[in-house]
């Protein structure tokens, strides 16, 4: 809906990461007064490499921190990245939408660059539309609170506290509005399993892998096949005496993961973990075992918000982050407060411009929200349609639609996502199920590339300030 009435807030943006720039970007745009905090020393959030994993706990478990009278938990390392990591779509469907992610000379000129490249690229967006002065570098977020809450209040603030990392210093600070943009894969999610506390050897989350010169003649099981348990295991049986692939489903393993393992006499493809042995075996539920050296858990990431206090009007049931509308909105606390970047298994970067720009033009009240009561019933409506879809709870935000993105989109007059877009998406997608290995240096999508590079997508004005591929 769209109103008629325009406001200037004041916004305070957690987050530097991609979500979290492009907020920042167009609530600026909107008129607001913008401050953004973010922990690390540079922009890209889980884009900015970090190679010191030093004294982080192996299983990234959260620690407490008395900086303040509030409670902080934290992981000291925010970006999971390996150095080896690639993306795993085309750069030509990933950027925003009027910055495409051109090929620049003298950079990592692929079609599916190394994890370096899009922290180039973030940080280009940043510089072009100056964004830097928002931004407050090294100050992580310990509390963020409602001030005399009633529930439907106009005007309700927000009680931010942040810490300045070198000086220690305690900010503490009142906006109108609280925009979250921390991401999702610096959490990680542990599977539950017997044996699993008192194992005595190497146990890590893939969150603080890196390398594989340290697994070099060991025997490891890989648990998870996702894209990361994928990498790692191929990464790894380089240098491993032997490496366990274990599945927490032997039917959905993909030709192309299959190719690979009958390539290597030391890959190996298990099934479940049953338990843990204190001498090391590792017994899986069809009754083989294997001794191993270290176990990594490539078994994903959980959302977490330890500095939020909403009186448990905001929640996390076993990864599902509500009530929120539209993944967005918690309806009690809406507009004032709302989350970007909760959604998976999309098209990122555009999905989370529409979400900004639908997040900024409430607040600035050129568009309006429906009632609680419509917010309500369609989040009810939508969590009993993953029921009956049969869909995990912990998979609600798994999106996997390219159909809701540009219904999202709809709220806020969002174009919807380009044909070429969607079906370069696709092509990565069944190329990376066939050719695991090979698919990020193939290209049998030709055709489609020209037309993405014939798009209004890569002929913006701003590519006076980008070297474009022709």
């Given at each position: ?57 192996p299983l990234g478990r959260n620690t407490t921190s008395p900086t303040t009278s509030t409670k902080s938990y934290h992981l000291k390392v925010h970006s999971s990245l390996y150095t080896s990591l690639r993306l795993t779509s085309p750069r030509e469907i990933m950027g925003f939408t009027d910055f495409p992610f051109s090929i620049k000379k003298g950079r990592d000129m692929r079609r599916f660059p190394g994890h370096r490249e899009l922290l180039l690229y973030l940080q280009d967006f940043c510089d072009w539309f100056g964004l830097r002065d928002l931004i407050r570098f090294n100050t992580r977020v310990a509390y963020v609170g409602m001030l005399d809450h009633v529930m439907g209040c106009q005007d309700l603030k927000w009680l931010v506290k942040s810490v300045e990392k070198k000086t220690q210093i305690v900010m503490e600070e009142v906006f109108d509005s609280v925009v979250i943009a921390t ?288």
């Open positions: 809906m769209v109103s008629e009435r325009y406001q200037s807030k004041s916004v305070c943006v957690i987050g530097a990461g991609p979500s979290g720039l492009v907020a920042a970007r167009e609530l600026r745009k909107e008129g607001h007064r913008v401050v953004v905090l973010e922990q690390n020393h540079d922009v890209g959030g889980q884009w900015l490499y970090d190679p010191n994993v030093e004294g982080e706990d991401g999702h894969y610096s959490q990680p999610r542990l599977p539950s399993i017997n044996g699993m506390d008192s194992w005595k050897r190497k146990q890590m989350h893939s969150h603080i892998y890196r390398v594989p010169e340290p697994f070099r003649n060991e025997v490891v099981v890989v648990v998870g096949t996702s894209l990361s348990g994928q990498d790692i295991s191929m990464e790894l049986v380089e240098v491993a005496k032997a490496v366990n692939l274990s599945a927490r489903s032997m039917n959905n393993i993909s030709e192309g993961l299959s190719k690979v393992i009958s390539k290597h006499d030391t890959l190996h493809l298990r099934p479940q973990i049953e338990s843990l042995q204190e001498d090391g075996k590792v017994l899986f539920v069809d009754g083989s075992w294997v001794t191993a050296d270290t176990i990594i858990y490539c078994t994903g990431y959980s959302y977490t918000f330890p500095f939020l206090d909403t009186k448990g009007i905001v929640a996390i049931d076993d990864d599902r982050v509500g009530p929120l509308y539209e993944h967005t909105f918690p309806p009690s606390l809406a507009p004032s407060l709302s989350f970007i970047g909760i959604p998976r298994q999309i098209i990122g970067f555009p999905f989370f411009e529409s979400q900004a720009k639908w997040i900024a033009q409430l607040l600035s009240g050129k568009r309006t929200l429906p009632s609680w009561d419509e917010m309500m019933q369609s989040i009810k409506d939508f969590y009993h349609s993953r029921d009956v879809a049969g869909i995990p709870k912990y998979n609600t935000h798994n999106i996997a639609d390219f159909e809701y993105c540009d219904k999202y989109g709809d709220h806020v007059g969002f174009p919807h996502l380009e044909e070429w877009r969607k079906e370069l998406c696709l092509s990565a997608l069944r190329n990376s199920e066939t050719n695991l290995e090979t698919y990020r240096d193939s290209l049998d999508d030709h055709d489609l590339l020209q037309e993405a590079l014939q798009s209004p997508h890569f002929t913006q004005q701003e590519q006076g300030a980008q070297d474009f591929p022709m």
